[in-house]
């Protein structure tokens, strides 16, 4: 397992595979631009996420809206602070929502060519770039690209290409693996 850690994550896909499959949780802190044409500047959060193999995911937003999305046992959930507290927001942006953390769960699992929808192609420099195969799916996001850490299971940034000029850029930093993570943070906001 020590080998693993020391080569990085690899050059093939099965060896991404092999590598993931030694972690078994992940927790970094994150700040996210969208950036678009119409903006001066980009819209700026931070946040955590926290992830627990097989599939539990919290993405927690602290500023400049706090808003937290659950994954666990197949079901998401998603809260946004308020004036009175805490409030589990429903409604059909939550479907969107379980495919992106459903997805986000594979990636970290080290499955990035499983997904039917987009084609996989593993670039030199530790890059992955998914193209979505259906064209409807292009009218809503060209491209995405991983950039992985040396360090194996630790992605550095992930881009999502809404065309050229519209994109989201998420950079991880203070990434902890394999720590104990308490299965009710994956339950239920604060």
């Known amino acids: 397992m020590l080998a693993l850690f020391c080569v990085g994550w690899g050059d093939s896909w099965e060896t991404l595979r092999t590598t993931a499959a030694s972690v078994t949780s992940v927790q970094a802190d994150f700040v996210q631009e ?16 926290y992830y627990q193999k097989p599939g539990a995911l919290r993405w927690e937003y602290r500023s400049p809206v706090q808003s937290i999305m659950l994954m666990h046992d197949g079901h998401t959930r998603r809260f946004v602070a308020g004036p ?3 409030t589990e927001e429903r ?6 929502m ?37 064209e409807a799916m292009r ?26 000029q519209a994109f989201t850029r998420m950079t991880f930093g203070h990434t902890v693996l394999n720590a104990k993570i308490d299965e009710a943070l994956f339950r239920s906001a604060p």
């Open 91 to 96: 409604g059909a942006g939550l479907e969107a």
């Open 139 to 164: 009218q809503v996001i060209q491209r995405i690209e991983l950039n992985l850490a040396d360090r194996p299971g630790v992605m550095q940034s992930v881009v999502i290409y809404e065309s050229e």
């Open 84 to 86: 009175s507290g805490w």
């Open 34 to 49: 969208k950036h678009l044409p119409i903006l001066a500047k980009p819209l700026v959060s931070q946040g955590a996420f």
């Open 98 to 134: 379980q495919v992106v953390m459903e997805e986000i769960s594979q990636w970290l699992a080290g499955n990035f060519s499983d997904n039917p929808m987009f084609e996989a192609k593993l670039e030199p420099g530790r890059r992955i770039l998914m193209i979505p195969k259906e």
